[in-house]
């Protein structure tokens, strides 16, 4: 009974032990450390006084209701980037990245880990998060965009070493930072890759192009080289076809070929025969025809073209006549009807001066008929001024006009003088129609001395002061100068 008792109280004993070393009892696992505070513990590598002590990989005793045991994760964490920077060009990108960390294996960056982390180990990748974020943007803020695409290593490594001291600092270990992804809202980086891809596309589109040129041209050379195989197969069956049916047309148009040769033999000699007729006849014919003809037609037409001229000119002599005297008489009347006029107004201007001295006394009368009379003798001397005035003008202006009126009042004695020169002249021949008759009649004047001298009379007939110097009339108008005249000889 003792003995059951005993053996009873050994077992509790032991069960008791045992339930008191498993409360005492703490195992740290690989992945984790065991944080023991409640007593002052030295840790190797620490300061003194920290309190507490670090336990991992291995077991330990821990006081219950002493000390307190804590576990702090040694496991790999990862934290996500994403964070919006600014470039050096002020080009704004958003970088994406992952950032893997864990705490660190030595005590010392255990202890900074528990001491930061302890209670809030769910809130490690948030603060990793902040720490990376700075660095980044300060970092991407002195490069540009081509420097992060094209060495992202760098951005890699200099975001890294910035923030190792930090990470440090809080006890934890970066195994592996990532960018993974650089976005750019602006498009600048897509408007950096469009030259590039539209070079590529560039040189894909050129070397189509070049294929599909080549296989063009290869298939046009083909079909060329066909149509000319083809062509010249043609050729030679209708060359093959063509000289067979040249042969037997030359066989079927032998006998009337050589008939048609000599039945044209035939014709050429006949041809021949009838031209030497026609051209014998001909001749003929100018001889006994033509010549006798064309001769009579000649003389015919010499006769008819002179009398055709006389009369030309008979016609014109007569016209220049009549509108000369028209002329002159038109003058003539023109200058007696301003005469009158001016009469006129002088009368007039008498009778009022007259009417007016009657009604003004009696006494006056005689003293106004003077002044009448004097006005009238100086008005009529004044219309007779203006009129040798008016001729001396005319003759100043247009003495050619003056001298052919006179010429065409008195041209029928001087044409009878010309004629006289061809009074002896039995038979002439006139050359060169109207023209030949103007130079004839101008020669015959020269010749005639008689109508020479009475054309010059008619121009010395119009200076009234005399011959031998040149006189002005009172309107003062020249007078044409008189030139003394001798006859020339009829024949010189």
């Given at each position: 009974?003792?003995?059951?008792?005993?053996?009873a109280?050994?077992?509790?004993?032991?069960?008791?032990?045992?339930?008191?070393?498993?409360?005492?009892?703490?195992?740290?696992?690989?992945?984790?450390?065991?944080?023991?505070?409640?007593?002052?513990?030295?840790?190797?590598?620490?300061?003194?006084?920290m309190?507490?002590?670090?336990?991992?990989?291995?077991?330990?005793?821990?006081?219950?209701?002493?000390?307190?045991?804590?576990?702090?994760?040694?496991?790999?964490?990862?934290?996500?980037?994403?964070?919006?920077?600014?470039?050096?060009?002020?080009?704004?990108?958003?970088?994406?990245?992952?950032?893997?960390?864990?705490?660190?294996?030595?005590?010392?960056?255990?202890?900074?880990?528990?001491?930061?982390?302890?209670?809030?180990?769910?809130?490690?990748?948030?603060?990793?998060?902040?720490?990376?974020a700075?660095?980044?943007?300060?970092?991407?803020?002195?490069?540009?965009?081509?420097?992060?695409?094209?060495?992202?290593?760098?951005?890699?490594?200099?975001?890294?070493?910035?923030?190792?001291?930090?990470?440090?600092?809080?006890?934890?270990?970066?195994?592996?930072?990532q960018?993974?992804?650089?976005?750019?809202?602006?498009?600048?980086?897509?408007?950096?890759?469009?030259?590039?891809?539209?070079?590529?596309?560039?040189?894909?589109?050129?070397?189509?192009?070049?294929?599909?040129?080549?296989?063009?041209?290869?298939?046009?050379?083909?079909?060329a080289?066909?149509?000319?195989?083809?062509?010249?197969?043609?050729?030679?069956?209708?060359?093959?076809?063509?000289?067979?049916?040249?042969?037997?047309?030359?066989?079927?148009?032998?006998?009337?070929?050589?008939?048609?040769?000599?039945?044209?033999?035939?014709?050429?000699?006949?041809t021949?025969?009838?031209?030497?007729?026609?051209?014998?006849?001909?001749?003929?014919?100018?001889?006994?025809?033509?010549?006798?003809?064309?001769?009579?037609?000649?003389?015919?037409?010499?006769?008819?073209?002179?009398?055709?001229?006389?009369?030309?000119?008979?016609?014109?002599?007569?016209?220049?006549?009549?509108?000369?005297?028209?002329?002159?008489?038109?003058?003539?009347?023109?200058?007696?009807?301003a005469?009158?006029?001016?009469?006129?107004?002088?009368?007039g201007?008498?009778?009022?001066?007259?009417?007016?001295?009657?009604?003004?006394?009696?006494?006056?009368?005689?003293?106004?008929?003077?002044?009448?009379?004097?006005?009238?003798?100086?008005?009529?001397?004044?219309?007779?001024?203006?009129?040798?005035?008016?001729?001396?003008?005319?003759?100043?202006?247009?003495?050619?006009?003056?001298?052919?009126?006179?010429?065409a009042?008195?041209?029928?004695?001087?044409?009878?003088?010309?004629?006289?020169?061809?009074?002896?002249?039995?038979?002439?021949?006139?050359?060169?129609?109207?023209?030949?008759?103007s130079?004839?009649?101008?020669?015959?004047?020269?010749?005639?001395?008689?109508?020479?001298?009475?054309?010059?009379?008619?121009?010395?007939?119009?200076?009234?002061?005399g011959?031998?110097?040149?006189?002005?009339?009172?309107?003062?108008?020249?007078?044409?100068?008189?030139?003394?005249v001798?006859?020339?000889?009829?024949?010189?």
């Amino acid at each position: 009974m003792v003995i059951g008792i005993g053996a009873a109280a050994v077992v509790v004993a032991f069960v008791v032990l045992i339930v008191v070393f498993k409360l005492m009892w703490r195992v740290a696992e690989p992945n984790e450390a065991l944080v023991i505070s409640g007593s002052k513990h030295r840790t190797e590598g620490l300061g003194e006084g920290m309190g507490f002590r670090i336990v991992t990989g291995r077991g330990t005793l821990v006081t219950p209701g002493i000390q307190v045991v804590r576990k702090l994760s040694l496991d790999l964490n990862e934290a996500d980037l994403d964070v919006e920077c600014v470039t050096s060009q002020g080009i704004p990108v958003r970088v994406r990245g992952v950032v893997i960390f864990k705490v660190g294996d030595d005590m010392v960056s255990i202890a900074n880990a528990a001491r930061r982390f302890l209670d809030q180990q769910k809130m490690m990748g948030q603060r990793v998060h902040n720490v990376f974020a700075g660095h980044l943007r300060s970092i991407v803020g002195s490069l540009t965009v081509e420097d992060m695409i094209r060495d992202r290593e760098r951005l890699t490594g200099e975001t890294r070493a910035a923030s190792g001291t930090e990470m440090e600092k809080l006890g934890l270990i970066i195994d592996s930072l990532q960018i993974q992804e650089i976005l750019d809202p602006t498009g600048y980086i897509k408007n950096l890759a469009a030259p590039h891809a539209a070079a590529v596309q560039r040189d894909a589109r050129i070397a189509q192009a070049a294929a599909d040129r080549q296989a063009t041209e290869a298939e046009q050379e083909a079909a060329a080289r066909k149509a000319e195989a083809t062509r010249n197969s043609e050729i030679q069956k209708a060359g093959y076809q063509a000289e067979m049916d040249k042969a037997a047309a030359q066989a079927r148009q032998a006998g009337p070929l050589a008939e048609a040769a000599s039945r044209q033999e035939v014709v050429v000699q006949e041809t021949r025969v009838a031209e030497l007729e026609a051209q014998r006849r001909e001749q003929q014919l100018q001889v006994d025809v033509r010549k006798p003809a064309d001769a009579q037609a000649y003389q015919t037409r010499t006769l008819a073209e002179a009398e055709r001229d006389a009369r030309i000119s008979s016609a014109q002599a007569q016209a220049q006549e009549t509108e000369l005297r028209a002329a002159a008489e038109a003058t003539r009347v023109k200058t007696a009807a301003a005469a009158e006029a001016e009469a006129t107004k002088a009368r007039g201007l008498a009778a009022a001066e007259a009417t007016r001295a009657t009604g003004e006394a009696q006494a006056a009368a005689s003293r106004a008929q003077g002044l009448a009379a004097a006005e009238a003798a100086r008005a009529k001397g004044l219309a007779e001024a203006e009129a040798i005035k008016a001729r001396a003008a005319a003759l100043a202006e247009n003495q050619e006009a003056v001298v052919a009126q006179q010429l065409a009042e008195n041209w029928p004695e001087i044409v009878r003088a010309g004629a006289s020169a061809f009074g002896s002249v039995d038979q002439m021949v006139l050359l060169n129609g109207a023209d030949g008759m103007s130079e004839l009649f101008a020669k015959a004047l020269t010749m005639g001395g008689t109508g020479l001298g009475l054309a010059r009379q008619l121009l010395s007939a119009m200076n009234p002061a005399g011959a031998g110097s040149s006189q002005e009339q009172p309107g003062g108008a020249p007078v044409a100068q008189r030139v003394p005249v001798q006859s020339e000889d009829a024949q010189g």
